[in-house]
């Protein structure tokens, strides 16, 4: 079946525009979670979807970042008047079960390279 | 607050030696504790968890680890490294103790270089 997808795979812009990066999770997983991944770093917890709610935003850098999700469908995250600290690569996931860890798996997407010039 | 703490951003084997990464976490309770692989140009796969069934795991591709509450680690071992086993590898962890959701938190990572 289906993975994970995450679009576009490669996102170059310029400081100040504002981005669109979207995934589409794998069907039937309730749960989506954004991450982010800088140069030499781990990934960072951003924001996390239960349906189309998100219980928990506590990792958004700041106010330029926001995030949706239609249903348990398709999530876009959004930058806003892009920075150069912004670059990294953006890594989705989705999961079935998010209340029983012991028996639930995240899955991830290829994510996305995204370059503020 | 949960941490993973990832000893050596990089790590050499030569092929067929034994790989060995570490990873330490803090927490007052018995955490879920994971490794994933990353592959270049790929996503996160999962190797193995630790969810309190059994302290030692074992995974995809010959890789396990040991949860040792006393050293607070769960260490990757794999008897002997192959040439594909070259990527970087995270330690992560979900909080014990009732946790609502599957929030990860991630160590550093290490990169795994194999030599012929």
């Known amino acids: ?117 | 607050a949960q941490s993973v703490t990832q000893l050596g951003s990089h790590v050499s084997v030569s092929e067929g030696a034994l790989v060995l990464l570490r990873c330490n976490y803090s927490s007052s309770v018995p955490p879920y504790l994971f490794w994933y692989v990353q592959y270049p140009n790929q996503g996160l796969q999962l190797l193995l968890k630790y969810t309190s069934a059994a302290t030692l795991v074992k995974g995809i591709n010959g890789f396990e680890a040991e949860f040792k509450k006393s050293e607070t680690s769960f260490h990757l071992t794999k008897p002997s490294a192959h040439m594909s086993d070259a990527a970087e590898y995270f330690c992560a962890v979900i909080p014990g103790g009732g946790t609502s959701y599957g929030k990860l938190t991630f160590g550093q990572g290490t990169i795994l270089t194999v030599h012929p």
């Open chain 1, 1 to 117: 079946g289906a993975g994970v997808s995450q679009s576009p795979s490669n996102k170059v812009t310029e400081k100040g525009k504002d981005v669109e990066l979207r995934c589409d999770p794998i069907s039937g997983h309730t749960a989506l979670y954004w991450y982010r991944q800088r140069l030499g770093q781990g990934l960072e917890f951003l924001i996390y979807f239960q349906g189309n709610s998100a219980p928990d935003k506590s990792g958004l850098p700041s106010d330029r970042f926001s995030a949706e999700r239609t249903g348990e469908s398709v999530s876009t995250l959004t930058i806003q008047r892009t920075q150069q600290e912004d670059s990294a690569v953006y890594l989705c996931a989705s999961s079935r079960i998010p209340t029983s860890p012991s028996q639930d798996t995240q899955y991830f997407g290829p994510g996305t390279r995204l370059t503020v010039l």
